[in-house]
């Protein structure tokens, strides 16, 4: 995990990179490729896996961070992996619009924390990845009656509920990076992560699996 010391070096580093900047931009930016992977895993349209590959998502985002660095440099309001993650989910988002013909926009213009944003996390990935962790036994999940009951328990969830749990335990991003990511207090963040641990908690038990919880 990325802490506010870990980050601050980042932008210290780039902004003393002078002509080595590209240089060190593309070892930052490296340092967080699993991390940028996963995300994109969880949020990609099943439908666009067929057309395009996650790591084509990667290398079109980091050309976008190259392009927008200096511009960052000169106010890095946020840290800097947030920001390429956000830059990274504009370009998946851009792609799901250019593949799937929805409303296209200016995804320079809009904002960090709006609404659609960033794509959102599919019920059936997060069912796919909760079978996958362990913490429920993948036999039990290939059960249709257990994932249609599960996927329903996630999208009944309140949107920033169940983002939060997306961000904390599928992104595996620290409750200040959630709280940065949405816009919203480090306390609100918390509470909300609780809600959705609760409902999530609920839902595992009448499907007598494991607690996600444990552990955490």
């Known amino acids: 995990m990325s802490d506010p010391a870990h980050r601050e070096e980042a932008v210290e580093r780039l902004a003393e990179a002078g002509d080595d900047r590209g240089r060190v931009l593309a070892e930052l930016f490296e340092r967080h ?27 079109d985002a980091f050309v976008e961070v190259s392009q927008r660095v200096a511009t960052y440099l000169a106010n890095p309001d946020m840290p800097f992996f947030l920001w390429i993650r956000f830059i990274t989910a ?7 619009r250019f593949h799937f013909k929805a409303q296209k926009r200016d995804l320079r213009r809009q904002q960090r924390y709006a609404p659609g944003a960033v794509p959102e996390a599919t019920s059936v ?3 796919d990845h ?20 599960l996927q329903h328990v996630l999208d009944s969830m309140h949107p920033t509920d169940r983002e939060v749990l997306v961000l904390r335990h599928f992104e595996g991003l620290t409750n200040v ?16 992560h609780v809600r959705a641990l609760e409902h999530l908690r609920s839902a595992l038990a009448e499907l007598e699996a494991p607690d996600l919880t444990e552990g955490s």
């Open 125 to 127: 990935a997060l069912v």
């Open 33 to 59: 490729r699993q991390r940028l992977l996963r995300m994109i895993d969880i949020r990609m349209d099943p439908r666009l896996r067929m057309r395009v590959g996650a790591s084509d998502v990667l290398q």
């Open 177 to 192: 990076e959630t709280a940065l990511a949405l816009g919203i207090d480090t306390s609100a963040a918390s509470k909300r």
């Open 130 to 149: 909760l079978a996958a962790s362990g913490t429920m036994p993948a036999e039990r999940l290939l059960r249709a009656e257990a994932r249609l009951q």
């Open 90 to 96: 504009q370009r998946l988002m851009a792609l799901h």
